[in-house]
């Protein structure tokens, strides 16, 4: 928010899947989502009355935790907070973004090799239909799948890095940095600018960030809640 102004980046995922993202949608009422299985994110409008709040409860199911990425409001006292972590927004700020003649990109069949990546490193949400969300670039070596990095949440005008992470046989070659450059190569060629989230805690990635040209824009959160029992479950559109 600048001067009162709202930005697509102060609430992204509501940007993503009432833009480019739209195709992904399922909703009720003014509460989005994407299917379960390409992202936890989900979109609340900016001010959620008690009736967002009761159609998020529907769609999710009675008592199902539900991600609140970037949700800093207040949460209703029949939800329960079960994780919340301060996290930070990071924005292109003259990048050197290149091409990379290692990088491949990754397809479905390289899903199961992505997700074996992924729990090995833990660098965030990654689900089987994830990878439709935008372009995944990766690096093998001898073969296997060594270092990765896509894109993720697509406000109009932008596009999110996300899932940077190299195993850790690989670590200290620069991998990660290489690929970040290049997944910010082909948003770039779009015409679109890179922005990224981690942790407020994570000293080592912020300065990675900084250090590549990304500049803090704002301060965010991640959080989940846990939906009142008594909900029922509805279907979604």
Sequence with gaps: MSD??????????????????????????????????????????????????????????????????????????????????????????????ARDPEAI??????????????????????????????????????????AMAGERLHPPGWTEISAVCTDPAARGEGLATRLILAVAHGIRERGETPFLHTGAGNANAIRLYESLGFRLRRRTAFLAARAPEHRAAVPVS
């Design 105 to 146: 990109r990754l397809g479905p069949a390289d899903v199961p090799e992505m997700l074996d990546l992924i729990e090995r490193t833990q660098p965030g949400p990654f689900l089987p239909r994830t990878i439709e969300m935008g372009t995944y670039l990766g690096i093998r070596r001898d073969g296997a799948l060594v």
């Design 4 to 97: 009162g102004i709202p930005h697509v980046l102060d609430n992204p995922a509501l940007a993503s899947l009432t833009g480019p993202h739209a195709l992904f949608a399922e909703r009720r009422g003014r509460v989005l989502r994407y299917p379960v299985d390409v992202s936890p994110w989900l979109a609340l409008p900016d001010e959620p009355d008690a009736d967002d709040w009761a159609d998020l409860a529907a769609l999710a199911g009675p008592g199902a935790e539900v991600p609140l990425p970037g949700f800093r409001g207040q949460v209703p006292d029949d939800w329960e907070i079960t994780f919340q972590v301060e996290g930070v927004q990071f924005v292109d700020d003259g990048l050197a973004a």
